[in-house]
């Protein structure tokens, strides 16, 4: 993705696929808790398990953030779970507000406006 200045890890299968808002979180279980389906997830957690939680909550992509490396079972995880990830070397702050900037909203319960 251009504008996150990012390198494809894992290519989508499905380059289609509708990317509904971004959820930027460290703690899986608020991923879990409160991310949307087809949200983009930027993370700095580089585990097999960002993956994983990521394909239960049927996230768009994954982004790893400030230019992370990603270890070979998380690269083995999104091939197995066809869940793309990139990587960016922007912080999370930075690819956040990029992609709020270019119209993408917040995922997730709790997002500003709800109630």
């Known amino acids: 993705m251009a504008l996150l200045q990012a390198e494809t890890l894992v290519a989508a299968s499905c380059p289609q696929q ?3 808002g971004c959820f930027a979180a460290d703690l899986m279980s608020d991923v879990l808790a ?3 389906p087809g949200s983009l997830l930027l993370t700095g957690l580089t585990t097999d398990q960002t993956i994983r ?3 239960i909550k049927q ?5 790893i953030i400030q230019g992370k490396q990603a ?3 998380m690269v083995e995880a999104a091939l197995e779970e ?3 990830l990139f ?3 922007l912080s999370k702050y930075e690819a956040c507000g990029l992609l709020m ?3 993408l909203p917040a995922s997730g319960a709790g997002r500003a406006g709800e109630g």
């Open 18 to 20: 509708e990317v509904t």
């Open 34 to 36: 409160f991310a949307c």
């Open 53 to 55: 939680t990521a394909a």
């Open 59 to 63: 996230l768009s992509a994954v982004f």
């Open 71 to 73: 270890g070979s079972d």
């Open 82 to 84: 066809q869940v793309p």
């Open 87 to 89: 990587r960016t070397p």
């Open 101 to 103: 900037q270019s119209g």
